[in-house]
C-alpha cells in the first residue's frame, strides 16, 4: 500500500513561467543557465516546494518557447545537484537531500529532528522469535535465544527516505506493544541503548522488493548500510540493515588532520 504523501502539481496554479519569471536576452547567460537558475531560486525560496511536479519537457519548451534540449540541459544540472529527480512513470520533481554525518552515534528520529525535519516511521512487522543461526553470529547470541524483528519505512517531512530491517536481543527491549516511535528511545527506556556501534556503507542498485516499498524503479541507485551497535560492555545491542533513496540522502564525513 502506497502510503506517501502524493506529488502535488503545479497544474490550477501558476504556471511554471508565471512561477520563474520570463528568460530575457539581457542576460549573457545560455538560456539553458537561465532557466536552471530561475528554477534553482524557486527550489530555495519555497516558490516550488518538495515533491512539486515540474511539467513535462515538451510543455516547458512551449511555455518559455525554447528548444526542449535547452529544457533538458537545465533539468539535468539540477538532477546533478540533488535539487530533482526525474523517475520513470512519475516525472519530474522537486526533492530534498538530508545528510548523515557518521561522526556521531544517532537514531534515525535524533538526526532529522536536529536538520529541522519531521520523522516519521512506517512499522510493516514487529515480531518476536528465536535467533537464526545467522543473527547468533553477528549478535553473539546463544543459539535459541530471543531476539525482536521490526521493518519499517523511514519518512522525513513525508518524504520517503529509508527501508530499515533490525534485530535487537529480546532483553534489550520492552514489551513489544509499548514500543510505537523511536527504537532508540525504547532502548533507553531499559537502559541498552548503544554507546558506540560499527557501519558499513556500499551503494547499491535495489532489488525489486526494496525499490517496490521505496517506490523507485528496480535497478536504481541506493545506499546500503549495515550497522552493529554496542553495550558499555562490549555486547551488541542492535543490528540493522538500511536501503536508502539514492536521490534523497548524502553521506558527509568530518575529516582533519593528526
Known sequence: MNTSVPHSNLTGRLSLRDTLGDLTSEDPAPLYIQLQNNLRRAIH???LAVNDVLPAERQIAEDFDIARITVRKAIEGLAAEGLIARR?????????????????????????????????SEWLSKARGTVTPEESLSLGLSPGSEVCRFVRLRYADNTLMALEYTTIPAF??????????????ALDLTGHRPVRALQRLR??????EQAEKLEVAPGEAGLFIERRGFLADGRTCELSHSYYRGDAYDVVAELSQQ
Not at 520533481?93 to 538526526?111: G, H, M, P, T, W
Request: aromatic content about 8%.
Open 203 to 208: 551503494a547499491v542498485s535495489l532489488a525489486a
Open 45 to 47: 525560496t519555497g516558490a
Open 172 to 185: 534489550c527491549l520492552p514489551p513489544l506493544g509499548l514500543i510505537t516511535s523511536s527504537l532508540y528511545a
Open 88 to 120: 520513470r512513470g512519475a516525472g519530474t520533481f522537486v526533492i530534498r537531500r538530508l545528510e548523515k554525518n557518521f561522526a556521531k552515534l544517532s537514531s534515525f528520529s535524533e538526526d532529522m529532528l536536529a536538520r529541522g525535519s519531521t520523522p516519521r
